[in-house]
């Protein structure tokens, strides 16, 4: 097994990986930092296809978006990447457009909505379930294994936040991935027991199952189910900086709002995250090849750390530092900068 922790220079990227042209999904890339501009951009690539597409997940119907070279060979099966998206989250966002990039370089991918939630069946709805996360990852799997140009021997995953640790969590015990990446990682059931930056108490943890709980016997006595919120709405009176950028990213127009997500999950969803940890058992079960890219400023960072420490059955592991990336700047802004990593951990593992 190897292992080795980068943090490495936005200029000096290129020499790392070898990717030295703009058409790569390199640095040299022009960001793409709101919706409008994602839709537009891959309307005018004529190098690349997106089609919306169903599957199943037991007997709830998945909405995805497949997302493949434009150009491909008649009886060629291609390497394929299931991509996860953050919790609050939808497919239309930073999932589709590490799709899109990961498209662009000649592999089929796929962004889906989580169960439960935006455009994928499943009741009660806004569900925040990591075990229906881990399962819809396998899902993903089984309706690539129906595609007669993916090559079964070549699925790869990857996921962003959240979907970063269910992603991971989903490789751990199924092996027809065969290499799993994380960007700005973010474990839900650390999150909701210590906090987003690790400095939570018991005290607020368990006035958190309190709550869960006393609403729990509520919505049992009739009353209606409670929504929480997955960022703040506005970022006035917000002192958290990655609760900011959220708060921009998801709920400003000019940004990536997506109508259709209200930014809202359910309450009683807190005691199954709370219960949940995406890391359990990863120095046993992972055995596969692991990369992990956080960005120096995170403060989800240490939950990276925590995958890249325990993860010591990996055949290969490695942690990439983007030296001043935030958590939600790898979800647009500094794209540029994790995709050569991505391609170069991709192109060994899948190719």
Not at 256 to 276: E, G, H, T, V, Y
């Amino acid at each position: 097994m190897s292992s080795k922790i980068l943090a490495v220079s936005a200029a000096s990227l290129m020499s790392v990986t070898g990717f030295s042209h703009a058409g790569n999904g390199s640095e040299s890339q022009i960001p793409i930092t709101s919706l409008s501009a994602f839709n537009q951009t891959v309307s005018e690539d004529h190098t690349v296809t997106k089609n919306s597409v169903s599957f199943k997940n037991g007997k709830i119907d998945m909405a995805g978006v497949l997302f493949k070279p434009a150009r491909m060979q008649e009886g060629k099966a291609y390497p394929s990447i299931v991509v996860v998206h953050p919790g609050g989250g939808a497919k239309e966002q930073t999932a589709s457009l590490y799709a899109y990039r990961l498209a662009q370089q000649g592999y089929v991918a796929l962004a889906y909505d989580a169960s439960h939630q935006n455009e994928s069946g499943g009741e009660p709805r806004l569900l925040e379930d990591p075990t229906s996360r881990v399962e819809d990852a396998r899902s993903a799997v089984d309706y690539f294994t129906t595609l007669p140009f993916v090559d079964h021997k070549r699925i790869g995953a990857l996921g962003i936040c959240a979907g970063g640790a269910y992603a991971i969590n989903a490789t751990m015990t199924d092996h027809r991935i065969k290499a799993v990446a994380g960007v700005s990682s973010f474990n839900y059931g650390d999150g909701m027991r210590k906090g987003w930056r690790g400095t939570g108490t018991a005290d607020e943890l368990h006035a958190t199952l309190l709550s869960v709980g006393l609403q729990r016997t509520a919505e049992a006595n009739g009353d209606q189910p409670m929504l929480l919120a997955y960022v703040p709405d506005s970022t006035k009176g917000v002192t958290e900086p990655d609760m900011v950028e959220a708060s921009e990213y998801y709920r400003q127009a000019s940004r990536w709002k997506l109508d259709s997500q209200p930014n809202r999950f359910l309450a009683s969803s807190n005691d199954k995250l709370i219960a949940f940890d995406a890391f359990n058992g990863i120095g046993t079960l992972l055995t596969q090849p692991l990369l992990l890219i956080a960005g120096s400023d995170a403060g989800s960072k240490w939950h990276s750390d925590r995958a890249f420490a325990e993860a010591t059955s990996a055949s290969e592991k490695e942690l990439f530092v983007i030296p001043g990336g935030t958590h939600m700047s790898l979800y647009d802004r500094d794209v540029g900068k994790a995709m050569p990593k991505l391609l170069a951990f991709y192109a060994k593992h899948l190719r």
